[in-house]
């Protein structure tokens, strides 16, 4: 293959980020650098999906690699004024996740890694989720380098940082991408395999992951629920539990998706401390309640026979809603299906819980 030697210029955006590709090739390039916005103003209109898929389609047509995004002129990042400085850190963020949508970063990035690395350690909450969101860009051996400090920093209290807010960038980073983003953000760094990774660092970043204020963050680990092995579920099952019983209170809206996860997890393993969770999560009275009770009383049977004992609490709870309530039917189908089963799993205590073979 013949390399072509790098010839470029700074290219106008104008009528479209495709048109640059244009552009660019007409006079000869072989590279390019473009601003992805307004270079004068501290934000830009929001790139659609559309905008992105034709930026991609004509450079993948060209012969321009790499391209190269300049940054917009307002930005100071040593600005005196507080004002200047949080509109600086906030213009930059906007300028590293337009590079990301349209694929600036990646591998041509990697040469960073260790800097961003480095930043994971430092105090300022916003720094580390920046470095977070660029490290789960990067190309796919970076990646893998950076799971031990993304894993550590999970971990780590961070007194600049009491909410943990930082969690949903490392969270964003490792397991799972913010609710609505799928697709758009780069595919979390663990979210096919935790083959390889130091269990050592892994469980306490699961653990204080779970213990976060934000349902966002604690959300993002139940896809790890089912490629935890027994030895894991030794570890973490306590941690787990206790996420099932108790509701975070920030994002409540996204609060029931680890819950339910959890749920599921521990009724599959007939736990016996999951029979009372299956009623406990149902909050009749708080919104979004009919899943709850329907995923409830999913989990519920698994228990068999053994579920008769909760059998008065859900007739309490039946005898608690008007007769056309929509929880109603819900509720007479579950009551109906345990007093018919006759299955009879065996039921294991959580602190008996033991690898099996």
């Known amino acids: 293959m013949t390399h072509l030697p790098l010839l470029g210029t700074h290219v106008s955006v104008s009528g479209g980020l495709h048109r640059a590709c244009e552009r660019a090739e007409s006079i000869g390039c072989t590279t390019m650098q473009i601003f992805t916005k307004n270079s004068n103003q501290w934000e830009g209109k929001p790139l659609t999906d559309q905008d992105i898929q034709t930026y991609k389609t004509a450079l993948g047509k060209s012969r321009i690699h790499p391209v190269v995004a300049h940054a917009a002129y307002l930005i100071n990042l040593c600005a005196a004024d507080p004002g200047v400085l949080r509109r600086s850190r906030h213009a930059l963020e906007d300028e590293l996740r337009r590079c990301e949508a349209l694929g600036l970063l990646g591998p041509r990035a990697d040469a960073a890694a260790p800097k961003l690395r480095a930043l994971l350690k430092d105090q300022d909450p916003w720094l580390q989720s920046l470095a977070c969101e660029a490290l789960a860009g990067l190309g796919p051996e970076a990646r893998k380098a950076s799971v031990s400090d ?29 609710p609505g983003t799928e697709g758009i953000s780069p595919k979390s760094i663990l979210a096919e395999s935790l083959d390889g990774v130091d269990r050592e660092l892994l469980y306490p970043a699961i653990q204080s992951v779970l213990e976060n204020d934000d349902s966002v963050a604690r959300r993002s680990v139940q896809r790890l629920y089912g490629k935890l092995t027994d030895r894991d579920l030794v570890a973490l099952l306590p941690a787990i539990v206790k996420a099932i019983r108790d509701l975070a209170p920030s994002n409540e809206m996204f609060g029931d998706d680890i819950r339910l996860a959890g749920l599921d997890l521990v009724s599959r393993l007939h736990l016996r401390e999951g029979m009372p969770l299956c009623l406990s999560v149902v ?36 005898r608690s809603l008007e007769p056309d309530h929509k929880n109603s039917d819900l509720l007479d189908k579950g009551i109906a299906a345990i007093e018919a089963t006759t299955d009879s799993p065996t039921l294991l205590d959580l602190k008996d819980f033991k690898t099996r073979p």
């Open 283 to 318: 909050e009749l009275k708080r919104w979004g309640s009919a899943r709850r009770l329907q995923k409830g009383m999913e989990c519920l049977a698994r228990y068999g026979v053994h579920a008769k004992a909760v059998l008065p609490e859900l007739r309490e709870m039946r």
């Open 150 to 178: 993304l894993l550590v920093m999970a971990a780590r209290h961070n007194p600049a940082d009491p909410r943990g807010m930082a969690h949903r960038a490392v969270c964003k980073a490792l397991f799972s991408p913010y």
